[in-house]
């Protein structure tokens, strides 16, 4: 069935099945930061945000998110960039499979969290898998982008 969907802030159209995940339909749009991880919603590879709020894409029918405002990393560049920086200045960038997901985390926290404490940082970044870390550079990235101590 053909849908419109409202990416990145222009409305798109797309044939999809009716129980199809948004994170295929993202993709036979071009959206190709979205990836497809575990399917059971646990690593965090296929975040979005719809209606500014982060969402496991693989876990989203496309009918759920019909009438929303979906936004993907390549609706974020500026904002992505300057958080990428940050990471490599703090030693944090690795392999880069996790990283669109990873930062439409951060950035979502950045949006909704003031001034939040280690425990609410690692607890908002929970499903959120790095194969190639141990967190701790990232997590100081996190607190040097967000400005806490």
């Not at 399917?39 to 009438?67: E, F, H, M, Q, Y």
């Not at 967190?135 to 967000?146: D, E, H, P, T, V």
Request: hydrophobic share 35%.
């Amino acid at each position: 069935m053909l849908v419109e969907l409202k990416v990145n802030g222009k409305k798109r159209k797309v044939d999809i099945e009716p129980e199809e995940y948004l994170v295929d339909s993202l993709r036979k749009l071009g959206n190709l930061s979205v990836k497809r991880g575990c399917d059971t919603g646990c690593c965090g590879l296929c975040s979005v945000w719809i209606d500014k709020r982060p969402t496991l894409s693989c876990a989203t029918l496309t009918v759920r998110a019909l009438n929303k405002e979906i936004t993907t990393i390549e609706g974020l560049e500026k904002e992505a960039s300057e958080f990428a920086k940050v990471l490599v200045s703090e030693g944090a960038e690795q392999c880069g499979f996790c990283s669109p997901g990873f930062i439409m985390t951060v950035l979502a926290m950045k949006e909704e969290l003031n001034n939040p404490t280690e425990e609410e940082i690692i607890h908002y970044l929970t499903g959120n898998l790095c194969r190639c870390t141990g967190y701790m550079g990232q997590l100081r990235a996190i607190k040097s982008y967000l400005g806490v101590k």
